[in-house]
């Protein structure tokens, strides 16, 4: 396959791709996910390539796919994963930054409690940065599933009404989303308790906030729903996670009101009963699942995208 | 006593409306005269040629973090005295938030003897309003005060609790002493790091909004009114704070507010480069807040320029956002960096930030023996070089610390002599 280049050497966030850099990505992604159904899922095309997996913070299916994309692509693969405590985290941090500079690494994905530290990695050393998540910040990673899931289903997002619902404020998906959905010319509702999403989080201009489910129903052709950490926002922005299910979660019943041939999306892990009902599968098509197999294909394109080609390494 | 003559100098000093060429004549610790026109060499023993450059009073700032004891790896008294008279700055008021932090006035004498040992600024002391910084139990105010405080605060946390410093403004009323207050109601920002506005929430850090600071101006005033007390706002960083404390003193409230530089020069815009040497309390804000700020003290609202020079170590400050400590260095860069970026473009004239950073905090210690150049007063003198230009750079700091944004800029103004009752202390031997 001919290897198309981004305009960033980075990846970030989305703020900033340009659409033509994500269409590229999908493109490349798709070429990957056949390369995921044949008999043998692997290439060599990044063999003694060096890829650091430096996850900060606990983290499952982001770290499990970024493995995965890279060992379908013959990568080298460190990972260092350090649940650091406050204390300790400044250090981890330094030498972290120093380290990376003698260990001729290529490629560094990145995840962290604190939005900016991809940021302030790529500009202390030479190799890519690829956003796991950096705080509330943003996941361009998963977003860039998500608009691979869509695509898959609609062909075009032109158009098309996607309600993001539940806590925005502290949502690095919700970012990432919002700018991934308008640049690729969906519409975008903002919806949950209004403490949960303040409305100058309307980032990109003509993302609209709403408060009240029952009217976005029926405009909506996909429900993306996010994980609500009860423990944290119980008794602080709303009132118990019963009151949460009731108001802003997706029953059966208000799904059965949205379009016939609406979607439901969900970063994972979902906490049923509380963002979804169980059974919703039954009452719409709901894309959890391939969201989950679509982020491989898509993390691998990243990774082919971003690894610098040997030749300018060497040079 | 030794007699030294500063002359054909440039003297300004906005207390009595002194500006234009003159000279200055110092007997021993003293002003001995003060002149718009020259004076016979002769005279004195010293003669200084001020050609070019301007004569100031020496600068009073009002709030600076010397950390000692407990913090040494960040500043010590004696690297916060060099950091001050390289940034012309003659008097500085330590705070209190110090490990242990300076509520007996047993700690108090030991740190104003350490204080007597150096050659250096006269670094005064502010005491804390509750023992143990707790906001708990009121510490010995009168104890304090006789061994030498010459304000009081809990700053780095504003007294959550009412009752509390409703007592400690009786005894400003009684007494006269100036209650600086750290107003930001901690329960409206928890976990807050940076400004909460439409940036904070695109990068998704946790807001401070700005009624966390005029929900607590507001208690901290009505207070100031019911008791007379004398309550003086530190660091204010909020348009709508300035409304409230205009209409206060209007209606006869005792109350003054000082402004930093870093609130003056910048806004939450920096937090797009995710670096965490502008990670401060309270926060920069936005726009329209600087501005009115910068309008604020153009026209006195502010009475006062105060530093909140806040040393910390390179190592805390280069790590993440959240973790990282909050503050700013100040004392070094204060008048350069508000000349080049203020006075210069014309945004605030020369008299009116002199007067913010001498006269003004002088009368807000209640200090009557300097801040200005009056014959008999304390001769702190800065000798100021307009045109010249010096490069922030590490080894041109004398703070242990780093932390300021300016690393790295050139800035306008260089500080080429500093006198401290009569003795010429900086440049250093």
Same mark, same amino acid.
């Given at each position: 396959?001919?290897?198309?280049?981004?305009?960033?050497?980075?990846?970030?966030?989305?703020?900033?791709?340009?659409?033509?850099?994500?269409?590229?990505?999908?493109?490349? $992604?798709?070429?990957?996910?056949?390369?995921?159904?044949?008999?043998?899922?692997?290439?060599?095309?990044?063999?003694?390539?060096?890829?650091?997996?430096?996850?900060?913070?606990?983290?499952?299916?982001?770290?499990?796919?970024?493995?995965?994309?890279?060992?379908?692509?013959?990568?080298?693969?460190?990972?260092?994963?350090? @649940?650091?405590?406050?204390?300790?985290?400044?250090?981890?941090?330094?030498?972290?930054?120093?380290?990376?500079?003698?260990?001729?690494?290529?490629?560094?994905?990145?995840?962290?409690?604190?939005?900016?530290?991809?940021?302030?990695?790529?500009?202390?050393?030479? @190799?890519?940065?690829?956003? $796991?998540?950096?705080?509330?910040?943003?996941?361009?990673?998963? @977003?860039?599933?998500?608009?691979?899931?869509?695509?898959?289903?609609?062909?075009?997002?032109?158009?098309?009404?996607?309600?993001?619902?539940?806590?925005?404020?502290?949502?690095?998906?919700?970012?990432?989303?919002?700018?991934?959905?308008?640049?690729?010319?969906?519409?975008?509702?903002?919806?949950?308790?209004?403490?949960?999403?303040p409305k100058d989080l309307a980032l990109?201009?003509?993302?609209?906030?709403?408060?009240?489910?029952?009217?976005?129903?029926?405009?909506?052709?996909?429900?993306?729903?996010?994980?609500?950490?009860?423990?944290?926002?119980?008794?602080?922005?709303?009132?118990?996670?019963?009151?949460?299910?009731?108001?802003?979660?997706?029953?059966?019943?208000?799904?059965?009101?949205?379009?016939?041939?609406?979607?439901?999306?969900?970063?994972?892990?979902?906490?049923?009963?509380?963002?979804?009902?169980?059974?919703?599968?039954?009452?719409?098509?709901?894309?959890?699942?391939?969201?989950?197999?679509?982020?491989?294909?898509?993390?691998?394109?990243?990774?082919?995208?971003?690894?610098?080609?040997?030749?300018?390494?060497?040079? | 006593?030794?007699?030294?003559?500063?002359?054909?100098?440039?003297?300004?000093?906005?207390?009595?409306?002194?500006?234009?060429?003159?000279?200055?004549?110092?007997?021993?610790?003293?002003?001995?005269?003060?002149?718009?026109?020259?004076?016979?060499?002769? /005279?004195?023993?010293?003669?200084?040629?001020?050609?070019?450059?301007?004569?100031?009073?020496?600068?009073?700032?009002?709030?600076?973090?010397?950390?000692?004891?407990?913090?040494?790896?960040?500043?010590?008294?004696?690297?916060?005295?060099?950091?001050?008279?390289?940034?012309?700055?003659?008097?500085?008021?330590?705070?209190?938030?110090?490990?242990?932090?300076?509520?007996?006035?047993?700690?108090?004498?030991?740190?104003?003897?350490?204080?007597?040992?150096?050659?250096?600024?006269?670094?005064?002391?502010?005491?804390?309003?509750?023992?143990?910084?707790?906001?708990?139990?009121?510490?010995?105010?009168?104890?304090?005060?006789?061994?030498? %405080?010459?304000?009081?605060?809990?700053?780095?946390?504003?007294?959550?609790?009412?009752?509390?410093?409703?007592?400690?403004?009786?005894?400003?009323?009684?007494?006269?002493?100036?209650?600086?207050?750290?107003?930001?109601?901690?329960?409206?920002?928890? /976990?807050?790091?940076?400004?909460e506005g439409p940036r904070s929430r695109k990068?998704?850090?946790?807001?401070?909004?700005?009624?966390?600071?005029?929900?607590?101006?507001?208690?901290?005033?009505?207070?100031?009114?019911?008791?007379?007390?004398?309550?003086?706002?530190?660091?204010?960083?909020? %348009?709508?704070?300035?409304?409230?404390?205009?209409?206060?003193?209007?209606?006869?409230?005792?109350?003054?507010?000082?402004?930093?530089?870093?609130?003056?020069?910048?806004?939450d815009?920096?937090?797009?480069?995710?670096?965490?040497?502008?990670?401060?309390?309270?926060?920069?804000?936005e726009?329209?807040?600087?501005?009115?700020?910068?309008?604020?003290?153009?026209?006195?609202?502010?009475?006062?320029?105060?530093?909140?020079?806040?040393?910390?170590?390179? +190592?805390?400050?280069?790590?993440?956002?959240?973790?990282?400590? +909050?503050?700013?260095?100040?004392?070094?860069?204060?008048?350069?960096?508000?000349?080049?970026?203020?006075?210069?473009?014309?945004?605030?004239?020369?008299?009116?930030?002199?007067?913010?950073?001498?006269?003004?905090?002088?009368?807000?210690?209640?200090?009557?023996?300097?801040?200005?150049?009056?014959?008999?007063?304390?001769?702190?003198?800065?000798? +100021?070089?307009?045109?010249?230009?010096?490069?922030?750079?590490?080894?041109?700091?004398?703070?242990?610390?780093?932390?300021?944004?300016?690393?790295?800029?050139?800035?306008?103004?260089?500080?080429?002599?500093?006198?401290?009752?009569?003795?010429?202390?900086?440049? +250093?031997?």
């Amino acid at each position: 396959m001919q290897r198309g280049r981004l305009t960033s050497r980075h990846l970030l966030g989305l703020e900033t791709l340009p659409r033509e850099d994500i269409e590229l990505i999908l493109k490349t $992604a798709e070429a990957f996910w056949d390369v995921l159904h044949q008999p043998i899922p692997k290439l060599p095309t990044l063999r003694g390539r060096t890829i650091l997996n430096l996850f900060f913070e606990p983290s499952t299916r982001t770290k499990a796919s970024f493995d995965l994309a890279a060992k379908r692509l013959s990568a080298d693969l460190v990972s260092i994963s350090r @649940a650091t405590s406050s204390v300790t985290k400044g250090e981890s941090l330094l030498d972290t930054l120093k380290n990376l500079e003698s260990m001729r690494i290529d490629l560094v994905v990145v995840r962290h409690r604190a939005p900016g530290i991809p940021h302030l990695l790529a500009r202390y050393t030479h @190799a890519a940065v690829i956003n $796991a998540g950096d705080g509330a910040h943003e996941h361009p990673t998963q @977003a860039l599933l998500d608009l691979f899931t869509l695509q898959r289903v609609w062909q075009t997002l032109e158009g098309k009404t996607v309600a993001i619902v539940g806590d925005i404020l502290h949502s690095r998906v919700a970012r990432s989303n919002v700018y991934g959905l308008t640049r690729m010319g969906a519409r975008v509702l903002l919806v949950g308790p209004p403490p949960l999403v303040p409305k100058d989080l309307a980032l990109v201009e003509g993302v609209e906030v709403a408060y009240d489910v029952e009217k976005v129903l029926p405009e909506v052709d996909a429900w993306m729903a996010l994980r609500v950490q009860k423990e944290r926002l119980e008794g602080s922005f709303f009132g118990s996670d019963r009151e949460y299910f009731l108001t802003y979660g997706l029953t059966r019943e208000r799904a059965s009101r949205m379009k016939p041939d609406s979607l439901i999306l969900h970063p994972g892990p979902v906490n049923w009963g509380v963002e979804l009902e169980e059974g919703i599968e039954s009452v719409r098509k709901t894309l959890i699942l391939s969201q989950v197999t679509h982020g491989v294909a898509v993390r691998m394109a990243l990774l082919y995208l971003l690894v610098p080609p040997a030749e300018e390494v060497a040079a | 006593m030794k007699r030294t003559l500063i002359r054909q100098v440039h003297l300004l000093d906005p207390a009595q409306g002194l500006d234009g060429p003159g000279s200055v004549l110092i007997e021993g610790t003293r002003l001995h005269s003060v002149a718009l026109e020259d004076m016979d060499p002769a /005279e004195a023993d010293v003669v200084v040629d001020g050609e070019g450059k301007y004569l100031l009073p020496g600068l009073v700032d009002l709030h600076a973090h010397l950390r000692e004891p407990g913090g040494e790896v960040k500043e010590t008294l004696d690297s916060g005295a060099k950091a001050a008279l390289h940034g012309g700055f003659t008097t500085v008021v330590a705070m209190p938030n110090t490990d242990p932090p300076v509520d007996r006035p047993e700690l108090l004498r030991a740190l104003r003897a350490r204080v007597r040992m150096l050659k250096g600024p006269d670094i005064l002391f502010a005491a804390c309003i509750s023992q143990g910084r707790s906001g708990k139990a009121l510490s010995e105010i009168l104890l304090l005060r006789d061994a030498g %405080a010459v304000a009081f605060t809990d700053d780095g946390d504003w007294v959550r609790d009412g009752h509390l410093f409703y007592q400690v403004m009786t005894y400003s009323a009684a007494f006269g002493f100036p209650v600086l207050s750290h107003a930001q109601d901690p329960s409206l920002y928890r /976990e807050g790091v940076a400004h909460e506005g439409p940036r904070s929430r695109k990068l998704g850090l946790p807001g401070i909004p700005r009624s966390s600071e005029t929900v607590a101006v507001f208690r901290d005033l009505e207070i100031a009114r019911e008791t007379g007390g004398y309550l003086h706002i530190q660091h204010v960083s909020a %348009a709508e704070t300035l409304s409230l404390i205009q209409d206060a003193r209007a209606q006869g409230v005792r109350v003054t507010a000082e402004v930093t530089p870093h609130h003056l020069l910048w806004t939450d815009e920096v937090l797009e480069t995710f670096d965490p040497v502008y990670k401060v309390n309270p926060p920069l804000r936005e726009e329209r807040d600087r501005e009115t700020l910068r309008q604020a003290l153009r026209e006195g609202h502010l009475e006062a320029v105060a530093t909140d020079h806040a040393p910390h170590t390179t +190592f805390e400050k280069t790590t993440d956002w959240l973790v990282a400590p +909050f503050g700013i260095l100040g004392l070094e860069t204060a008048l350069s960096s508000l000349w080049t970026y203020l006075v210069k473009p014309g945004l605030l004239s020369f008299s009116r930030l002199v007067e913010a950073l001498t006269s003004a905090p002088a009368r807000i210690l209640g200090l009557k023996d300097r801040g200005t150049l009056r014959p008999g007063y304390r001769a702190d003198l800065v000798l +100021f070089d307009p045109e010249a230009q010096w490069e922030v750079l590490p080894e041109n700091l004398y703070s242990r610390s780093r932390n300021t944004p300016l690393l790295g800029t050139t800035l306008s103004g260089v500080i080429r002599r500093v006198w401290v009752a009569g003795e010429e202390v900086f440049p +250093f031997p």
